[in-house]
């Protein structure tokens, strides 16, 4: 391989490949991220914004069987299969299922948490950095409950997360009415996680960490990643300008990343839970304070700068099928029920896909048959939570620091 042009490729400029690449530029690396796209276009887009430090533990496959049978049958708004996608998907559900039992979440939930715990003060620290300190609303969100049963079953979960530390209020009617004015009643009552922070345009959030970058003396160029090829001593990809060579490379192309791992022999029980969101305009002066969701109908309504983005649950289907937005029409009318809402600001939903692992963990570490190869994928529901505190974890490990956590439990090698 001719002398490489830069130490390390980060591919991906989601909001995991563009930490990777601030941290990493910390610590002295020169840095080139690849992206087909500009940075933050695709799934960091179009999130809910919830920087989610009450999310202790993961959301793991239903045990309840009234709940699944409500999800096997398509009644429910937050989860929906695609039956014909079935087949193909279930090895993955039946690892999912496993992980999920009370023991494993409970493991699950430990491992995650030194990555949970750091997710607020590492966004602060980046965006102290970058100027953008005011991108933040540090007021959390609210988790809305119709019936009396469905909010002490909250009240219970709550409490038991108090030994992680997590900070909540429970609110009745009134005190919920006190903090959404414009939130109509019903609700019998709500939790309201403290400690979360969040943001009203998650696209935009990268970008500005992406410019943070750029301004420090990183590049930027657009290729495909899929042209990643090893040589003799790095890695090299093809940009419209010729081919770059780089010591090392970072695969962080969330719900794409098999793009690069799969053509160098590496199988990873990667999936994907579909989701969409469309924004729609407060109707009047109503004016929502708080991310609020509507527990038991399954969405969440997010203030956000385009409008009150109604952002859905889970739907299992191929990354690449065509968009079904279901849920979007099925939930759209309670939301309007709740909270004044005027016209859609664009007739058609955005679709993400979150890329997941069916233990709960994402993949940050070195690919174990490659040298100089790094992974940092799989951030499931929590990928803009995690971000930061990812780029810091394989920012250290690459550059041979005493990682701030033991990295075990997000090793490649967990799937042999
Ligand atoms: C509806 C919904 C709501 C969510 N809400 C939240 C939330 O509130 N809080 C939270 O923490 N998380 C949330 N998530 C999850 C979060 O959005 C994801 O975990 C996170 O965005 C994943 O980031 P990423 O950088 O791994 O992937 P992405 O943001 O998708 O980045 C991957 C990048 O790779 C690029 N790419 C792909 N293929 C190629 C190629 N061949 N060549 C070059 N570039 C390529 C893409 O253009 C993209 O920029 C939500 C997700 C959804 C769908």
Redesign the pocket.
Known sequence: MVRPDKDVLV???????VCVALHLQRRGKSVLL????A?G????Y???????RASVIPYGFPRHIPTLLKYATNRSADVRFRWTYLPKLLPWIARFFIESSSRRLRRAAMDMLPLIERSVTEHTDLMAEAGILDRARRTGWIEAYRTAKAFAAARTAANALDEFGVRYDFLGPQELQAREPHLAGGFAGAVHWLDPATVADPGGLVKDYASLFLRKGGEIVK????TLAAGEGGWSIRTQGGEVCAREAVV?????SD?VYRRLGYRIPLAVKR???VHIEPAGDAVLNHPVVDVERGYLLAPMTKGIRL??GIEFAGRDETPTPVQVDQTEPHARRIFPLGRRVEPTPWM????CLPDMRPIIGPAPRHKGLWFA?G????????GPATGRLLAEMMTGEQPFTDPAPYAMSRFG
Do not use: C, K, M, Q
């Not at 179009?46 to 989610?52: K, M, R, V, Y």
């Open positions: 591919l991906g400029a989601g909001i995991i490949g690849v992206d087909r796209r940075p276009e695709e799934t960091s179009g999130n809910a914004g919830l920087i989610e290729a495909d990643a899929s962080a192309l969330g719900p794409w793009a989701g969409y969101h952002t859905t993400g896909a979150r890329p994928f951030h499931n529901h929590h990928g803009l939570t995690l």
